[in-house]
């Protein structure tokens, strides 16, 4: 059973200048010429500022903040969990790297998080963000979690599907494995945590929403709840605090759904609060980043278009694209 789909690409209204006699002061006809120009740019998509109402910030500056050119560095190191997934077979290398063929092949820095050790920590761009993506995919699918368990969501028999789980886009997209998705999921040990760890991960994943679904991390139906999930396994794994994971997964889920935060940013500008100042955990919870709640916030501004990932749920989201709109989460 597919879940519900709730977001869909907000429609705007803008309302013309009207042109003043001859007896209207020059400074208030500069102005509306201004203005003009200004509707023209927002309407035809042209210059860089376009994407955003007038009295706002340059789209550009907001990108930049919501986005930065230079990636974000994430609170964790990825390890040997690439070369782990591998060898039990919830990622075939062979798979992955024919799913890079078409889109300009697969760099030497993909691959050794496949088959290295990295000490360092993730940085996560706008060019790799898909890549991590699928590699948090594997992570959070494959990972033996209790959350996965669960048999009001995941496992839940009601959504029909034999056997459980096995319908979701977060399962059933899963085809660069060695077999059947389902063959590893909660299958490997591949992050042991604590009880106090498996409790912080329970928490923050019931309040971390994605916009392609009403859905919390917590019931990772699709590719973005399930590498979300693998994250936070990571980031508790490895003693980040409540406060940090909520910061980082922030920064993680703008880069996989450009277009929303962008918007959420523009929205909270109107607001009068900077990007930088916002609560990470308020911005993620179901009032912002769920289907519905972004599609309520998105009808209230300009909706901006950003080249970035994807907001697909198969493994092909993983190709920087130009979305307009993020699409749900059904195989």
Known sequence: MEP???????????QSSVAKEYAVPIAIVIAGFMLAV???????????GARFAVQNAPASELEEVVLPMKGVEL???WGDLGRQLVDAGAIDPVKMAALYKDRGGFPAEYRKLLEQEGNGKIVMTRENAGYFLNLLWALGLANKNSILEDKK???NPAYGALPPASGFASTGGWTIANGDAMEHYNMHALITLTVEQQKLVDKVSRNIFRPCCGNSTHFPDCNHGMAMLGLLELMASQGVSESDMYKAALAVNSYWFPD?????????????????AVSPKEMLGEKYSSGAGFQNISSQVNVPSSQGVGGGCGVDAGAPVAPTQQSGCGV
Do not use: D, F
């Open 4 to 14: 519900e789909q709730h977001n869909q690409e907000a429609c705007t209204r803008w």
């Open 38 to 48: 200004s509707y023209y740019l927002v309407q035809t998509g042209a210059g860089n």
């Open 75 to 77: 609170p964790v190191t």
């Open 153 to 155: 969501e995941m496992m």
């Open 260 to 276: 929303t935060y962008l918007t959420i940013a523009m929205y909270m500008q109107q607001k009068g609060v900077a990007w930088e």
